[in-house]
């Protein structure tokens, strides 16, 4: 019932134009994959290949076993939620929900057997006899899905399907989604370019841009290490602190001074990297923004600690924590940190603390991590 | 109201008689509605215009081309409507006949006899020119009906002469068939057809006889003369002569055909000669016309007529009398009818200056009256009323074009309209 | 519009300072103004449109013939009218040509439609040569049509000329066929009308719901037919009434291409109407075949004008 995916060397261009640059991927059967990056970086095109919709230039596809590349969509058993949800406008519900199997031939028996368990499973047996001009955007979205799981396909395939929703219902319809997934264990991509969804729904996540995958990993290890600085900008809010530095080692300790030289603070302790830098190579040092701690929250750091001054930009509290932005030499740095541990500060400078292991450090020429 | 407008008149007329008496009675402008704007006949009215303005009447033209006068007609009607009549309008019989009913139309009896009409114009064309007993309209010309046009290279060339009766028609039909020419010429409108049929029928024998109940006293029973069936049969016949694309032709078109020899003969009136005058072509020499066989002493006429509508002060009326003596004086009746391919209505007028054609019209003219056998056009609106003549048009355009419609559905269809 | 503005903001700045009497002048004419810029249109054609309906139904009562006569004769008329089998001829004819030509205009540009909205190069080319006929005369349509149907002239001479001896195409001339010419003509002037139209119906579509139904297993023919064809009820009705009333007003095409012929095998209702009016004298019998037009027509607006008020409510 549910299939894993191999994608190899796909390529697909529209005429001078490339848009997939030799893709290679494997999904394992019964992962949530979520496919995300900036609008124009690839992702909707890579799921229309992978339907059927649009035919790759180049490279192959299979499901299992089986080479799909110039299958028909019908022919592939796979299932599609639209963004706009793609509800056929002159059908009821259940006419919406059984158009794929009356497609299929199955008999009518059969059909209102699996209608019924879908609109169980989804909450939606109300709506059976409305047409999608009747119902709330959360409601087609609910329908969109069960049309979707009707079919018992092999892989589900998700296209912005909340992009459409309202930040409340779009939480709501996000646990909606994860409920799902758990309970059918179906292969699923789903596509976004909300790294929030991808965070929170997929086991695996692919990063990409301008056509490249850049990075495909579990959510935690894209969030703390992003495989170069455009994963790190792209993947959580506010995005990680990129901030241009020299390899400077002090007495044996290693660190960095922050670029241009000058200014407050100039200095920041770093890990020893594991792999060689000479002092004086230049280097991009990446924090997230969480990972700035008021100094009374020592003793909560286990090892290597290390203290950084900066001057104040703004400070906004949040009830549950400041957001706090600073300029570091130039370069915007901002932090969130815990209100219940630091009095409200004041004065033009913070002190503040990290832990160096938690620092992630790019090449600025290849912009890939070290 | 009336009567009151009539004595501030009087009163007015009384007041200025001492300066018209000095004046000579200057006469006003006409306005004259009629649909002759080709070349030839705008021609023909440019010597009416001339004619006038010699005797100091202006002339203001109002000329509503197409549709053989139904776009004039139409014209007519809304000015009618409005109040506002020309002075005079182009007419045809019928339509002479139903603007008299309609009591719109001036008596011209004055001047008719004052220049002898009753002598002047042939008896049957004074019954159309009167409405009860009264002349309301002046005929300008007389046009023959029952004529065969032949181009006569093509007939020489192929060894054949001009066919005399009907088998002579088929036969030599037949040869020019199979010679690769168009024996006849057709325009496939209504109004064509029943040129060809109403011509056939006095053709045949006790043709005119039942062409004069039918058509001149409208009694129906006589589609029960065997000469009305024997018509029709030579009628739908004579399309085997024709070539397959006559549907919606005009007459002008199919004269056309003759005069370049694709088509050897046309059944038309003489307002065909027109176009072959037009064409530089000689009667005689390079085209003939020819009375269909058997019909050389018939005469199925249409005349163009004005009728003059009553005028509101004397001096249109004096304007209206000039131009109805103008009209019939031998100097326009023989400029005109040179120009229009007809014979000049007022029977004094000599044809030194016309064609053998033209002679040839008079000739038969002057037998069929002698005969009894002058007798409108129905195809003209000459005969019978508009919707009589639709309904016939109708019936035999049917049986004409549509091989399934029988004889007696033709006979069904004329007794129907002799009813309307 | 800009003068009730206007008035608007004078009536609401003026509120204070002006008499009573001026600002009750200010309201009476906010409210009438509209009312009263619209009237000349009302009365213009109310008088030339519902007037002269109500005066040609007098008539059509009336034993009118050249002109109109208000000697009441009770339904002669319409007996008379019903009588002539040209007008059978010319209702029958109506009732041919107006299915043929809606059922086929809406099928061609519904084929055209979905064929060049399948992302074709030169789209806007296509579009325009479509909708050329279009913008021709009926006149035009009519003379150019009757050339090539003429088969001394048009096609059947091309192919004569070509070497196809056999070649025939003489419906123009063939009474019982000569309908369908004018039908052909009809067609020929309107599909690309109907295509735009269905272009815009089918632009209105959510692609996605085409690729959902792609992915549901469905054909193209039966996505069309299923869930597309649907969607373009609105514009399929519109279509259709124009078409309707096209084709129920149709004499300029008669009149260039057939004049009715041969004979009065290609007779319609309008022509009738016009012959017996304007030709024959027989105002009454024109009025009455009007009337029934007239008639005709409104059993065929009816469902849509029911429609649109049901919407509008």
């Known amino acids: ?370 | 109201m009336r009567s009151l407008g009539k004595l501030k008149t009087l009163l007015l007329l009384g007041m200025a008689l001492p300066a018209v008496a000095m004046s000579q009675a200057r006469a006003a402008d006409v306005e004259v509605l009629h649909w002759w704007t080709s070349g030839g006949e705008a021609a023909a009215i440019g010597v009416l215009k001339e004619q006038l303005a010699e005797q100091g009447v202006g002339w203001t033209d109002f000329a509503v081309a197409g549709g053989a006068g139904s776009s004039a007609l139409t014209v007519l009607k809304s000015r009618i409507l409005a109040g506002n009549p020309p002075t005079a309008a182009q007419m045809l019989a019928q339509a002479v006949r139903e603007w008299g009913q309609e009591g719109l139309l001036t008596t011209l009896d004055e001047v008719a006899a004052e220049n002898d009409w009753d002598g002047i114009l042939p008896e049957a064309i004074q019954n159309i020119a009167k409405f009860d007993g009264s002349y309301v309209a002046v005929p300008v010309n007389i046009h023959r009906s029952n004529y065969i046009w032949s181009n006569s290279k093509v007939l020489a060339e192929h060894g054949l002469s001009i066919p005399t009766t009907w088998d002579e028609v088929f036969a030599v039909g037949e040869a020019l068939r199979k010679a690769g020419v168009v024996p006849i010429a057709h325009g496939g409108q209504p109004w064509q057809e029943a040129m060809l049929f109403e011509n056939i029928l006095i053709s045949v024998d006790g043709g005119p006889e039942t062409y004069r109940r039918l058509f001149v006293e409208r009694d129906a029973t006589a589609v029960e003369n065997p000469a009305f069936a024997e018509a029709l049969d030579i009628f739908r016949r004579l399309k085997s002569l024709m070539d397959p694309n006559f549907a919606g032709r005009d007459w002008n078109l199919a004269t056309g055909m003759v005069i370049t020899g694709e088509a050897a003969m046309q059944f038309m009136g003489d307002n065909a000669k027109g176009e072959f005058v037009a064409a530089n072509l000689k009667p005689g020499v390079d085209y003939a016309c020819t009375p269909l066989p058997n019909t050389q002493d018939d005469f199925l006429f249409y005349t163009d007529s004005f009728a003059m509508f009553e005028a509101t002060n004397e001096e249109s009326k004096k304007a209206q009398q000039i131009m109805a003596k103008t009209i019939l004086e031998p100097i326009f009746q023989e400029a005109f009818n040179l120009r229009k391919g007809s014979i000049p209505v007022n029977q004094k007028v000599s044809l030194e200056k016309f064609d053998s054609c033209a002679l040839n019209s008079r000739e038969g003219l002057e037998a069929a009256a002698a005969q009894n056998t002058l007798m409108p056009s129905f195809a003209i609106s000459m005969a019978v009323p508009p919707a009589v003549e639709g309904a016939m048009f109708d019936a035999l355009t049917n049986y004409f074009n549509n091989d399934s419609v029988t004889v007696d559905e033709v006979k069904a269809g004329f007794v129907n309209a002799l009813r309307q | 519009m800009p003068f009730a503005n206007s008035n608007k903001g004078v009536a609401a700045t003026a509120a204070t300072s002006l008499p009573a009497s001026t600002n009750r002048y200010l309201g009476w004419s906010e409210r009438w103004l509209p009312k009263l810029s619209l009237f000349p249109t009302l009365l213009v054609s109310g008088t030339a449109i519902y007037v002269f309906i109500v005066w040609t139904g007098v008539l059509s009562f009336t034993g009118s013939r050249m002109l109109p006569r208000y000697n009441f004769v009770g339904f002669d008329s319409y007996r008379a009218m019903f009588a002539t089998e040209r007008f059978g001829v010319a209702a029958t004819n109506i009732v041919i040509y107006a299915s043929l030509y809606i059922a086929i205009s809406l099928a061609l540009g519904l084929l055209l439609a979905i064929l060049l909205d399948q992302k074709v190069r030169g789209e806007g080319l296509l579009r325009m040569i479509f909708l050329f006929p279009m913008s021709l005369s009926l006149i035009v349509t009519g003379v150019v049509w009757r050339w090539i149907f003429n088969p001394g002239l048009g096609l059947e001479k091309f192919a004569y000329d070509m070497g196809f001896v056999d070649f025939k195409l003489d419906w123009i001339i063939n009474p019982s066929l000569a309908i369908y010419t004018l039908v052909i003509a009809a067609i020929w002037q309107s599909s690309g009308f109907v295509m735009v139209l269905m272009l815009a119906g089918l632009r209105g579509v959510d692609g996605s719901i085409i690729r959902a139904a792609q992915i549901d297993g469905a054909s193209m023919p039966y996505i069309y037919w299923k869930i597309v064809l649907p969607l373009l009820a609105p514009v399929i009705f519109s279509a259709t009434v124009i078409l309707g009333h096209l084709a129920i007003k149709n004499f300029d095409l008669v009149v260039a291409m057939t004049n009715g012929g041969p004979g009065y095998a290609t007779d319609m209702p309008a022509t009738f109407m016009y012959a017996y009016s304007f030709e024959r004298s027989q105002i009454a019998v024109g009025a009455a075949s009007s009337i029934i037009m007239l008639g005709v027509a409104t059993l065929l607006l009816v469902p849509y004008l029911y429609i649109q008020i049901r919407r509008g409510r």
């Open chain 1, 1 to 370: 019932m549910t299939a894993a995916i191999t994608i190899k060397s796909l390529r697909k261009t529209f005429g001078a134009l490339t848009v997939l640059h030799e893709v290679d991927l494997s999904i394992e059967p019964g992962q949530f994959v979520v496919l995300v990056g900036p609008s124009g970086c690839g992702k909707s095109t890579l799921l229309d290949c992978i339907c059927g919709l649009s035919q790759p230039t180049a490279g192959s596809l299979h499901f299992d076993d089986q080479d799909v590349t110039n299958l028909p969509p019908r022919e592939r058993d796979i299932a599609m939620v639209f963004q706009s949800y793609a509800l056929y406008p002159s059908m009821t519900v259940r006419q919406n929900i059984e158009f794929g199997l009356k497609v299929r031939k199955m008999p009518k028996a059969e059909r209102d057997k699996e209608v019924t368990r879908v609109a169980t499973l989804l909450k939606i047996e109300h709506l059976l006899d409305r047409r999608p001009s009747q119902m709330s955007g959360g409601q087609r979205q609910r329908v969109a899905m069960g049309r979707a799981m009707a079919r018992r396909p092999r892989i589900f395939l998700f296209d912005e399907p909340l992009s459409n929703l309202d930040a409340k219902l779009r939480v709501e319809m996000r646990h909606e989604i994860k409920r799902m997934h758990q309970l059918v264990r179906t292969t699923t991509i789903y596509v976004t370019h909300d790294q929030v969804e991808a965070l929170s729904l997929a086991d695996v996540i692919v990063v990409m841009k301008e056509g490249h995958i850049q990075q495909v990993g579990t959510p935690q290890e894209i969030y703390d290490k992003p495989a170069n600085t455009f994963v790190a900008s792209f993947m959580g809010s506010p995005p990680m602190n990129l901030i241009p530095a020299r390899m400077k080692r002090r007495d044996g300790v290693a660190g960095a001074e922050l670029l241009p030289a000058g200014g407050l603070p100039n200095w920041i302790k770093l890990q020893e990297p594991a792999k060689p830098i000479a002092d004086g190579e230049e280097l991009i040092i990446g924090i997230r923004p969480e990972e700035f701690h008021f100094t009374s929250e020592r003793p909560l750091l286990d090892g290597d600690v290390a203290e950084l001054t900066l001057p104040i930009n703004v400070l906004e509290p949040l009830g549950s924590e400041y957001v706090f932005t600073s300029t570091v030499n130039g370069a915007e740095v901002s932090a969130r940190l815990n209100a219940k541990s630091g009095p409200h500060p004041d004065g033009d400078t913070l002190q503040v603390l990290f832990e160096p292991r938690r620092v992630c450090l790019f090449d600025p020429g290849t912009s890939n991590r070290l």
